[in-house]
T-cell receptor, first 115, second 116 residues
């Protein structure tokens, strides 16, 4: 158990809908990262927040947005969903802001299925 | 830009045999290299990482990886695998400075299947 929790575990929805994925980081970690894992694209970094502020952005679509709240939990919002958004979405957390050296601890993921 | 290539998508091996999972990277800046493992239906866990210093890094469960700058490689090895090592292994690179994306770039993964 990494100490990172993600809810829900599974999510099934229809095209055009909007969903929210939630992540609670390990106690003491200030950074939260979101990743998308799909069969064709592999594991792709989406976005990083550090202590409430956006720190880095990766391959995140404009239809997707995220935020980190004062209690440090984070939410990833996916809107106007398409079939191609079906994937496993991971949240990870780390102590500091330096994504390139800090150890990232991954949650169990949320499996999103868009029908 | 940085990238990672894992040359083998699947590696089947018998229990107690040695294994090498290959990883090559490209980067124009100083690199930091990682191996993560993903067991079925779980998130990723850090196996080992190279930041600086000794080019040979080891994990607590018998895996080791060697950073080879001239060959731009960071291959993962284990002299004798167990059934419990069956998992998917991801190599990742990150870097700092101009030209780096500052975050982890993952390879496509290698599925290690250990057979009795």
């Amino acid at each position: 158990d990494s100490g990172v929790t993600q809810t829900p575990k599974h999510l099934i929805t229809a095209t055009g809908q909007r969903v929210t994925l939630r992540c609670s980081p390990r106690s003491g970690d200030l950074s939260v990262y979101w990743y998308q894992q799909s069969l064709d694209q592999g594991l792709q970094f989406l976005i990083q927040y550090y202590n409430g502020e956006e720190r880095a952005k990766g391959n995140i679509l404009e239809r997707f947005s995220a935020q980190q709240f004062p209690d440090l939990h984070s939410e990833l919002n996916l809107s106007s969903l398409e079939l191609g958004d079906s994937a496993l979405y991971f949240c990870a957390s780390s102590v500091g802001a330096l994504a390139y050296t800090d150890t990232q601890y991954f949650g169990p993921g949320t499996r999103l299925t868009v029908l | 830009a940085q990238s990672v290539t894992q040359l083998d998508s699947q590696v089947p091996v018998f229990e107690e045999a040695p294994v090498e999972l290959r990883c090559n990277y490209s980067s124009s800046v100083s690199v930091y290299l990682f191996w993560y493992v993903q067991y079925p239906n779980q998130g990723l866990q850090l196996l080992l990482k190279y930041l600086s210093g000794s080019t040979l890094v080891e994990s607590i469960n018998g895996f080791e990886a060697e950073f080879n700058k001239s060959q731009t490689s960071f291959h993962l090895r284990k002299p004798s695998v167990h059934i419990s090592d069956t998992a998917e292994y991801f190599c990742a690179v990150s870097g700092s400075g101009p030209g780096s994306q500052g975050n982890l770039i993952f390879g496509k993964g290698t599925k290690l299947s250990v057979k009795p």
